[in-house]
């Protein structure tokens, strides 16, 4: 049986300290199984993304010098670890793995997204490899779980979308009969199709693989372990007078990450509340601090206000050229095309004769969008915009904000309040965000 999957992203497996940090904590759930998803180490993804780039731009220096600092960084972690017999043999393995990574590099013929898959998820099969070893020499009983042969996803590169039937199967015929103290180790964020083909579910994703593994095991519990104290009502990183949320519902928690808390991935909780498995956000840092837990509440919880910030963001608003209302019709047409482009929508608004809405600065899609439209319609956008959205907002904070911005666009519910400004004042808002 498995009760719990956990899942360490890569702040928490930054440095040679962290590895160790991760082990302690495993070390207090010596007696039971578990799964253990793990990220990519540091800021690994991105200087992935940032090497194929270089090489599909053909810059051979940046590229060769972006993968030395990557191996470096690998190399060191691994020689602070291990005593020195050890360290070689995994040195070696890492080794092998850059030796593919480069073979992919080559590849620029394949379609950017495909290789971009084939490319970045070498940050996972390093951290994992390097974990394993770890694990294994502290006497930890460990197995590897390659994820691109349990994690079936279907062809969308980039974002690729689970094919439940075949992970399910795949899954659950792991053997965890007579054993009661083992860790499944596996690769957060990476998959594959049924072919083999590299695929990954998003950035972010590796915590959407730990509740895909714990709804194919009718696990009862998932851990998502962070650098910060729980769920908080704001991003730490921008404000300081953040406040921790005890426990809120799965859709509240949906709501939360829909509109842009970068917490929780968001696809991860529908399989969550599908199998009434809870969600735990806990620190590795002060382990001994409780969780936030994010289950089936039938009452509301408190309902803090909650503040989030979006930035890059791009508004635009489009008429008709020929006064037409935007009625069913139009909007049908209108919708059509922003399926079409993949543009993913963060807030909308209609009026009578025009479409406004907002989406994450993309210079393709919407030059795209522009082309597409510009016979039949007046279009006008604003770009560098931040979306600001505050989950339980009251009157006084709705006042203070518009007092204080220039709002471009705005939009109410009873329970939540969009804001498309400029620029957000941060200190001023953060010295609402105490007394909310
Ligand atoms: N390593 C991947 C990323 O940084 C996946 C994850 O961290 O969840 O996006
Ligand atoms: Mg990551």
Request: glycine share 4%; hydrophobic share 40%; charged share 20%.
């Amino acid at each position: 049986m498995i009760n719990k999957v956990f899942k360490f992203g890569g702040a928490s497996v930054k440095d040679a300290r962290s590895v160790h940090n991760l082990s302690v904590i495993l070390n207090k759930y010596k007696n039971e199984n578990l799964v253990v998803v793990v990220s990519a180490m540091g800021k690994t993804t991105n200087a992935l993304e940032e090497i194929l780039k270089d090489a599909y731009a053909k810059d051979t220096v940046k590229l060769k010098s972006g993968l030395e600092r990557l191996k470096t960084f690998h190399n060191q972690i691994v020689k602070e670890i291990f005593n020195i017999p050890k360290a070689s043999s995994v040195l070696e393995q890492l080794n092998e793995l850059f030796a593919l990574l480069e073979q992919n590099l080559i590849k620029i013929q394949l379609p950017y997204v495909q290789n971009y898959d084939a490319t970045v998820r070498f940050g996972e099969l390093l951290s994992t490899t390097i974990l394993n070893a770890y694990l294994t020499e502290n006497e930890f009983n460990v197995e590897l779980l390659p994820a691109d042969k349990y994690i079936i996803t279907d062809k969308r590169f980039r974002s690729a979308g689970i094919v439940w039937p075949e992970t399910m199967a795949r899954i659950k015929a792991l053997d965890i009969t007579n054993t009661n103290n083992k860790i499944f180790l596996t690769q957060g964020f990476i998959g594959a199709t049924v072919d083999g083909i590299p695929t990954t579910l998003g950035r972010e994703g590796s915590d959407f693989t730990a509740a895909v593994f714990a709804a194919c095991l009718n696990a009862k519990e998932v851990w998502i372990w962070k650098d910060v104290p729980g769920l908080l009502n704001a991003d730490p990183k921008r404000f300081s007078n953040t406040s921790k949320i005890a426990k809120i519902s799965y859709s509240e928690a949906i709501e939360l990450a829909y509109y842009g808390a970068t917490i929780i991935h968001p696809k991860t909780i529908k399989p969550l509340r599908n199998s009434g498995i809870k969600l735990f956000v806990k620190s590795f840092v002060d382990p001994d601090l409780p969780a936030s837990l994010i289950e089936d509440l039938h009452q509301a919880g408190q309902n803090v206000p909650s503040f989030i910030v979006k930035e890059q963001q791009c508004l635009i608003s489009i008429s008709a050229r020929d006064y037409s209302f935007m009625d069913e019709q139009l909007l049908h047409k209108l919708l059509g095309v922003i399926n079409q482009l993949q543009i993913h929508v963060n807030l909308i608004q209609i009026s009578a004769l025009s479409l406004s809405f907002c989406f994450d600065e993309d210079q393709e899609k919407l030059s795209q969008l522009l082309n597409a439209l510009e016979k039949d319609f007046n279009v006008r956008y604003n770009e560098k915009l931040s979306l600001f959205t505050v989950r339980h907002y009251n009157s006084k904070i709705a006042d203070l904000l518009n007092q204080h911005h220039q709002v471009l666009l705005e939009q109410r519910s009873r329970t939540t309040l969009q804001l498309v400004v400029p620029k957000l004042h941060y200190q001023l808002i953060d010295s609402w965000i105490k007394k909310p």
